[in-house]
């Protein structure tokens, strides 16, 4: 039962997540809106690594689920491939920011997990 409702939570953000990022897509066309998604994603997911507590369905649903759907590796290596001449470039651009979003995303969300705790 513990796992159809942690399937159910993943597929339902992941549909939430992957609606998101086909939005964007059509709204703005370009392998570098999903380098802004990648990015953006890698942030997000720093922020709720830090602060969203141990309640497993939630960190399932938007960890696994929305943000697992909205960032998109398989698109970034197909694009990759598409645009030979600015790979080595999109993959830095992409790569490189992702990281440090994340670990930016880590920071702040300790400390406002930090705050939250003092104010309590």
């Known amino acids: 039962m513990a796992q159809a409702r942690a399937l159910t939570v993943v597929a339902a953000g992941g549909a939430?997540?992957?609606?998101?990022?086909?939005?964007l897509a059509l709204q703005f066309p370009g392998i570098w809106t999903i380098l802004v998604?990648?990015?953006?994603?890698s942030l997000l997911l720093g922020?709720?690594?830090?602060?969203?507590?141990?309640?497993?369905?939630?960190?399932?649903?938007?960890?696994?689920?929305?943000?697992g759907g909205f960032t998109t590796f398989s698109t970034f290596a197909v694009d990759v491939v598409q645009h030979p001449g600015s790979a080595v470039v999109y993959i830095l651009a992409t790569l490189l920011p992702a990281l440090l979003a994340a670990r930016i995303g880590m920071a702040?969300?300790?400390?406002?997990?930090?705050r939250r705790r003092a104010q309590a």
Request: hydrophobic residues 55%; aromatic residues 10%.
């Open 47 to 67: 922020i709720l690594a830090a602060v969203l507590g141990p309640d497993r369905l939630w960190r399932l649903f938007l960890g696994v689920g929305v943000l």
């Open 108 to 114: 702040l969300g300790d400390e406002w997990h930090s």
């Open 16 to 23: 939430v997540g992957a609606s998101i990022r086909y939005a």
């Open 37 to 41: 998604i990648n990015v953006l994603g």
